[in-house]
């Protein structure tokens, strides 16, 4: 079963009806996990609101663990994260999608693995790759069959370092310039521990990131948050489109 784990904006995947919910006990919180499902054919897609129903979970109060346990509990074997973030390469402009694949991690004190009780002995993973190339090479097709059905052309960049920050605020000039210098494309705050978690797990595991600002002091442009929200709104309505793609070819829907 392929999961979406939906962020700011992302609502519904396209041509799939509302199946039912599942609401998921797991060991990493007293909440369940609520899990929406998505129905076509014989095709089941699972979605979870990182943020929650109304947005109210800001990213380092994201129980990632809970999330990636519960879509693992139900049988899903592959993830594609949807994450807005801010341009920092000048291809990354407002509106452009990303394929990240790596990720340098700033977040801290955020709940980042499985394994840390109960140990017969301590466990490392291979994290050379952090997303799963399978599943960015689909997304990728998906998005250029989107995008060659689509009045509107969309700008893709299909590699790049996803900068992981702490947030909820956004950061500062000097830090974007640190980010840079380190190799970074991108900024967000929600893709780690997520996919550090679903490779514990070994759950396939995919970001398609939309660019809905620039990064603090990539260009003199104040933040606009109105504009931000109509990026944001417009591109996750095409991402709809690239995650129905996606669906047909992994599955032949």
């Avoid at 990354?92 to 140990?119: C, V, W």
């Avoid at 599943?135 to 590699?159: C, G, M, Y």
């Avoid at 000097?174 to 780690?192: F, H, K």
Wanted: proline share 4%; charged share 20%; glycine share 8%.
């Amino acid at each position: 079963m392929l999961a979406i784990i939906g962020g700011t904006g992302f609502n519904g995947i396209h041509g799939f009806t509302e199946y039912g919910f599942k609401r998921i006990l797991t060991p990493f919180s007293k909440n369940r996990v609520i899990i929406k499902l998505y129905s076509k054919k014989s095709t089941m897609v699972a979605v979870v609101s990182r943020h929650g129903k109304n947005h109210h979970i800001p990213p380092h109060k994201i129980n990632y663990r809970a999330n990636i346990w519960a879509l693992h509990a139900i049988g899903v074997d592959s993830i594609i994260a949807i994450n807005a973030i801010g341009g920092i390469n000048p291809r990354a402009e407002p509106g452009a999608f990303i394929i990240p694949d790596q990720i340098i991690d700033y977040s801290h004190g955020r709940e980042a693995t499985f394994y840390e009780k109960n140990l017969d002995q301590v466990t490392h993973i291979d994290f050379t790759y952090p997303f799963t190339e399978e599943l960015r090479q689909i997304v990728k097709d998906a998005f250029h069959a989107s995008n060659k059905n689509s009045n509107v052309k969309r700008l893709l960049l299909d590699n790049g370092v996803y900068g992981c920050t702490q947030g909820p605020r956004l950061e500062t000039a000097a830090e974007i310039n640190r980010l840079r210098q380190d190799g970074c494309d991108i900024v967000g705050m929600t893709v780690m521990p997520e996919a550090a978690l679903a490779r514990e797990l070994k759950l396939e595991y995919a970001s398609l990131a939309l660019c809905v600002n620039w990064a603090a002091g990539v260009t003199d442009e104040t933040l606009v948050m109105d504009t931000i929200n109509l990026i944001a709104k417009e591109g996750m309505e095409f991402v709809g489109d690239i995650i129905s793609e996606v669906i047909k070819q992994k599955f032949q829907t």
